[in-house]
């Protein structure tokens, strides 16, 4: 419960009195995601992809433990039950297909989620722990997803394991070991499926706790707003229930209409045609790619062809990739502008734009083989991708004049509709208009 | 009770104010901690290789079938291996490099078994991140310096399987092998 003014749980049913002395579940739901939380007034429609990313790890939960069900877990059969699962169990199919997309569902929306929180630097004091177990979150969703990929036991999995735990491979004197104990062989082999079937039905439990700390850590300062102004008063806030129930409930509507178009007339578009050959360890597909929530990093990871002093070219890019990630846990500390969003920081802004565009050409590219021109591409593009945190952005915070902010959340909503509202001449939006700096 | 407590913990100390519930705290936090260790061995040993996959049968390759120019594809170690017989050109090709200029500086005399220059015997999984690399098949890409070429991150091996372009940081793996006669070799 973050402010003096929230709402109060009473019970209304004698049986959830009962229940509430007993165990205060239903206070504790209360105070989360129902009326007991207040919530800024002027949250836009970025503020629904928290809700959706649950929306779509709950998906991925219910059609996973139903596939789980279908599935053997060994070399031998492993494809075998896959092909089962979509042409002869009741629905194996939809199940399947859900899966698969809802994967990739699930990276929409947590990229969107997390370039909110970039624009609007929900990163910021008192939101640092927030960002730190988002990205504790993501890291798990990518751990999840590579082993999920590989279940399948298609040519993608299987060279997708051996890249991946090669990488491992790359460390100096320990690789090697490593490698051999991650994958229980020399090669990706029936005791690599098993132990990844094991942890890719375990992790998305784990992240379901993460995430409830994630919450936890966000409902102490309550959640930011696109203005970054915080809070000052209830006239600030509305209760989370029903107005932000009613709002992202708008927004899993239009999630699950995204998603049935893909899921019902493109299910496969996103996946990769080799992926239904049956793994093959004596031979590699002509053009390894992960999946496409994957092709930024990767394209960090292959953008490494030389040496530098005497550090193989193998272990930079490895160690390029995984900086890429661990570098936004400082974060926090890189930026440091008491200007929370980006609407009121005009330069900031206009090299956070350069940073999605760098971010989509790598991806572009971590896609595409590894050849020219692409490499040279990667190249440029990645170095910019850590240019852009290490100094590009320290430097804005020091040099850049942001717009003045508003007074309030209060007073920026009043504002701008005000400016509406000498046409509209709506009554009681406050008689004396502010001069409007709300960008 | 603070004052009680006070007076009974000065009872207790020995020399150097150490007391025994002291001792008795880090010796019952040792003994716990090491057999929390020794716990975790087994959890972690059990992700090693297991007895049976450790269980490695040495291939035998019948390498008579094998013409000059041609390679084979085959397993060792549930891994591919490849064997090569080098033409005379290929060879020369090998020996004309300069070896100093080299990422992981090495000979064909040194990759090869005396005597038996032409056999090429290498693990065809690439030092990058382990892909098969093309060249052994036939009318595979060979690469740009003729020996084998990996397509998952364009790593391009010479006609001595030793890195000469591209990510990967290290020759093709020679195993250890020995000629059994003069067309079969032992890997293992």
Not at chain 1, 136 to 157: D, E, H, K, N, R
Not at chain 1, 347 to 364: H, M
Not at chain 1, 427 to 435: E, I, L, R, T
Request: aromatic letters at 14%.
């Amino acid at each position: 419960m973050s402010f003096p003014w929230a709402e109060h749980y009473t019970p209304k049913h004698p049986a959830m009195q009962w229940i509430d002395e007993k165990l205060p579940l239903p206070r504790l739901v209360y105070n989360a995601i129902g009326a007991g939380y207040p919530v800024p007034r002027n949250l836009n429609y970025f503020w629904n992809f928290g809700v959706l990313a649950g929306l779509a790890l709950v998906i991925q939960i219910v059609t996973g433990v139903i596939m789980a069900m279908h599935y053997g877990a060994n070399t031998l059969v492993a494809f075998g039950t896959v092909e089962q699962t979509m042409r002869d169990v009741n629905a194996g199919w939809l199940m399947r297909y859900a899966h698969a997309n809802g994967a990739s569902f699930f990276f929409i929306v947590v990229y969107l989620h997390i370039f909110r929180g970039l624009f609007y630097g929900s990163y910021k004091a008192p939101r640092e722990m927030v960002w730190l177990l988002g990205l504790v979150i993501f890291l798990l969703m990518m751990a999840t997803a590579f082993m999920g990929y590989v279940l399948p036991w298609g040519q993608m999995s299987y060279w997708g394991a051996k890249v991946i735990t090669g990488l491992f491979g790359a460390i100096p004197v320990v690789g090697e070991p490593i490698q051999t104990w991650l994958l229980g062989g020399f090669a990706p082999g029936n005791a690599s499926l098993n132990r990844f079937f094991s942890l890719h039905f375990l992790l998305p439990f784990v992240i379901a706790g993460v995430i409830i700390l994630h919450i936890w850590a966000l409902h102490i300062p309550g959640s930011s707003n696109p203005t970054g102004v915080e809070v000052k008063g209830p006239q600030d806030t509305v209760p989370f229930h029903p107005y932000y129930t009613a709002k992202d409930g708008f927004g899993v509507g239009v999630f699950l209409i995204l998603f049935s178009i893909l899921l019902f007339f493109a299910p496969n578009y996103l996946g990769h045609p080799d992926n239904y050959i049956e793994a093959n360890p004596l031979s590699t597909p002509a053009h390894i790619v992960p999946e496409w929530y994957f092709w930024p990093f990767y394209a960090i990871l292959r953008a490494f062809t030389v040496d530098f002093f005497f550090v193989p070219a193998k272990l930079l890019g490895v160690l390029a990739m995984f900086s890429a990630i661990l570098m936004l846990f400082f974060l926090p500390w890189l930026d440091t502008s008491p200007v929370r969003s980006g609407n009121y920081r005009p330069t900031f802004r206009k090299f956070f734009w350069i940073l999605i565009i760098d971010v989509l050409i790598l991806g572009y590219c971590g896609g595409a083989p590894a050849e020219e021109p692409y490499v040279m591409i990667s190249q440029i593009a990645g170095a910019y991708y850590f240019a852009h945190f290490l100094i590009i952005l320290p430097l804005i915070s020091r040099f850049e004049r942001p717009l003045p902010l508003p007074g309030s959340i209060t007073e920026s909503v009043l504002n701008r509709h005000n400016i509406k509202g000498e046409q509209d001449a709506l009554p009681g939006m406050g008689a004396d208009p502010q001069p409007s700096n709300a960008g | 009770m603070a004052s009680v407590e006070h007076t009974d913990s000065q009872g207790l100390s020995g020399e150097g104010g150490v007391r025994r519930r002291d001792f008795i705290n880090i010796a019952a936090v040792s003994f716990a901690g090491v057999g929390a260790v020794a716990v975790v061995i087994p959890l972690v040993d059990q992700m090693n290789p297991s007895a049976d996959v450790l269980a490695l049968a040495s291939t035998e390759v019948d390498l008579s079938a094998i013409q000059p120019g041609q390679a084979i594809k085959t397993t060792f170690r549930s891994q591919p291996l490849f064997v090569r017989h080098l033409t005379d050109k290929e060879i020369a090709e090998a020996d004309k490099v300069d070896v100093s200029g080299l990422r992981d500086p090495q000979t064909l005399e040194e990759r090869t078994v005396d005597g038996k220059k032409q056999w090429l015997v290498t693990m065809g999984v690439c030092t990058h991140l382990g892909c098969v690399p093309l060249g052994a098949g036939e009318g595979e890409n060979k690469g740009e310096f003729g020996g084998y070429f990996c397509p998952c991150h364009g790593s391009s091996y010479d006609t001595a399987a030793r890195i000469r372009k591209g990510p990967a940081p290290k020759n093709l793996e020679v195993p250890k092998f020995a000629f059994t006669s003069d067309t079969a070799i032992l890997v293992g």
